[in-house]
């Protein structure tokens, strides 16, 4: 079965440059999920989005901005990139009609800032 | 005061042993996340319950949505159940968090 797919998985940038993660949710799935997990950290949930209009904010930096495209997919940039922004980021995707329904995972991408 | 609360925190076995993990949480809900996150960093979901009991293999997760209390229990334990076992309470469509259990199963 298709799963949620991110790239890139790992990326490595230097402080004040961007960066822009990709989410590929599982199949007709509507709704997606970032998450940033700090190292020895909780994930913390960051944005979602629902049918491409944003759905819920967390605690996503203003530095950081998210969209959810016509295909479904899911981009977040993120712009003047600091030390403190090296963590794992999952995206995770949910199906429809269940908006904060079970929520599936993808592998995350691993960032980190120099 | 969190919100979600696990114990124990760490757990450490023999495997065979018969596992459980319990979940406590202060909001009102109407389902329940079991994920497991393994050292590599992937989260897998276990459950999402909103009542009763629910069984995949070795795993069983129970729900009791008056008492806001949950508990997973795994059987005949084995080392590659080594992981981070957390439960998530859907709020507002993102999921909250709490600091999980780390379960190793020793060999």
């Known amino acids: 079965a298709a799963g949620v797919i991110q790239s890139p998985r790992h990326l490595i940038k230097e402080k004040r440059e961007t960066a822009t993660l990709k989410c590929y949710p599982i199949?007709?799935?509507?709704?997606v999920y970032w998450y940033q997990q700090g190292p020895g950290q909780d994930p913390q949930f960051l944005i979602s989005f629902y049918e491409k209009m944003q759905s819920d904010k967390g605690s996503i930096p203003d530095r950081f901005s998210a969209q959810q495209f016509s295909d479904y997919h899911s981009e977040l940039n993120m712009s003047s990139l600091e030390l403190g922004d090296s963590a794992l980021y999952f995206c995770a995707s949910s199906p429809p009609g269940t908006r904060w329904g079970e929520q599936f995972f993808g592998p995350g991408t691993r960032l980190t800032v120099l | 005061k969190n919100e979600v609360e696990q114990s124990p925190q760490n757990l450490t076995a023999q495997e065979g042993e018969f596992i459980t993990i319990n979940c406590s949480y202060s909001?009102?809900?109407?389902?329940l996340h079991w994920l497991q996150q393994h050292p590599g960093g992937g989260i897998v979901s276990l459950f999402m319950l909103s009542s009763g009991k629910k069984k995949h293999g070795r795993l069983i997760a129970t729900i009791n949505i008056q008492e806001k209390h949950s508990s997973l229990h795994i059987t005949a334990s084995h080392p590659r159940d080594s992981a981070v076992y957390i439960c998530?309470?859907?709020?507002?469509?993102?999921?909250?968090f709490g600091t999980g259990t780390r379960l190793t199963i020793i060999p």
């Open positions: 199949p007709r799935h509507d709704t």
């Open positions: 998530a309470p859907p709020g507002n469509e993102k999921l909250t």
């Open positions: 909001v009102g809900i109407s389902a």
